[in-house]
């Protein structure tokens, strides 16, 4: 079957690199959201733990569920208030009606709205919102906020680390107590010069990519392998797959694979030439299941860098990963 293979020697040493550059691995908050952007939320948590990171940001509850017990804190990202929280979980406040739902008691890590003007709490609103927090008992551990740019070259990573340090200082003067800041995403770690005494959220860079500090020498941490369900001759003017887009000059041996779209790859239509970490094209549309090549054996990689699909596709290796089918069997190895 299918199967991707996870480098716990690549996983760590990115761990290693990114806490060198931030002064210490304590200050990783280990991002592990939407099954650890396709890599296995539990796989790479335990590993996470046992290097000694303490903290993770995961989307929603159930996530959070899966990680219980493996750190000191769990941060749920987007979470919807009910009034009903676990004491177990740290919760972000996107919006400041949220602090007036949310079960008195619960610890909570403000949102704070520096530029990107999704999520967060505007600095005018922070007054307002230590004021709730204070009278209605929520337990504020620390506050944050989320760069829209700092993977581009501009001002407004700049105007928002500005912005930022003004909300850190209103915070502080009106919660006197000792809390958690963080910024910086995995573009900003690599892109700053100094966190100060931040926390940072390292989300794709600990599995290995980066895109603006090559001399932090990450690695990629996933490969995914396909297993041969069929092989066969093509002979000279034969086609394979749907709508018979690809037809064989010569003869030719070709065998299918057992991924697909189903399994979360992005759907190629046959066009253009889509390589596989050989350097072996897929012949044809990809079908939902499987995907047809020259027989390359029982058992080839697939990809072991999504940046190569990402631009066939057009698109961002998040998108690769991310939709990685949860049920493709998992495995760590050294």
Known sequence: MSEILLSKSAYEHNLTQIAKKVGSKKRIISV??????????LLMGKIAKEFGIEITCVKSEIEARELAGLFKSIIVLSHLPNGNESGEFIYAINDIRALEIIRPGTQIHLAIDTLMHRNGIDVSQIKSAIEIIKRRNLD??????HFRASDEHGADYFVQKDNFELAKIMIR????????FHSHNSAAIERASDVGDEYVRAGM??????????SLGLKKVLKLYANRVSSRVLKAGQSVGYGGVFTAKEDMNIATYDL??????????????????????????MSMDSFSSIDMGERICVFDNADIWAEFFDTINYDILVKLSPTIARRVVE
């Open 32 to 41: 592990l959201k939407d099954n650890a952007y396709g890599h296995g939320a």
């Open 140 to 145: 504020l551990k620390g506050a944050f906020t």
């Open 173 to 180: 003067e009106l919660f006197n107590k000792e809390l958690i």
């Open 205 to 214: 860079a600990q599995f290995g990519y980066s895109g603006f500090d090559e």
């Open 260 to 285: 697909g779209y189903g399994d979360g790859l992005l759907r190629y239509n046959g066009k253009g030439e889509l390589y596989l970490a050989n350097g072996e094209p897929i012949l044809g549309k």
